[in-house]
């Protein structure tokens, strides 16, 4: 049974940081590209980043420069390293798992298989 684990989320006031942790309980975990969404009260749910098991990310516009991923296949986790934090970084973030392989495919909710059950993340100003 696959299973993903968000960890780390909370209260931050704005220009802080905070890193959250996804653990996956997932065989052959180095073969799943592994993403971040987040999803704000009255928003669908959007593409944060993604590390693919090359290790190489992608970011969208609104965290590039800010947000880091990084992914430990030794230890079956994935981080999201969040700096310089925003009001409108609120939101609760899921990590997903997903079998494609590219770009075109890691933007894409629909691309991935298995998702957490999410973590609040609220930045205060």
């Known amino acids: 049974q696959v299973q993903l684990v968000e960890s780390g989320g909370g209260l931050v006031q704005a220009g802080g940081s905070l890193r959250l942790s996804c653990a996956a309980s997932?065989?052959?975990?180095?073969?799943?590209?592994m993403g971040w969404f987040r999803q704000a009260p009255g928003k669908e749910r959007g593409f944060v980043g993604s590390?693919?098991?090359?290790?190489?990310?992608t970011y969208s516009d609104s965290v590039k420069g800010r947000f880091a991923i990084s992914r430990d296949n030794a230890k079956n986790t994935v981080h999201l390293q969040m700096n310089s934090l925003k009001d409108e970084d609120t939101a609760v973030y899921y990590c997903?798992?997903?079998?494609?392989?590219?770009?075109?495919?890691?933007?894409?909710?629909?691309?991935?298989?298995?998702w957490g059950q999410g973590t609040q993340v609220t930045v205060s100003s």
């Open positions: 590390v693919a098991t090359t290790g190489s990310t």
């Open positions: 997903a798992a997903t079998g494609y392989s590219g770009s075109y495919y890691y933007s894409r909710r629909e691309s991935y298989a298995y």
């Open positions: 997932i065989r052959s975990f180095s073969t799943w590209a």
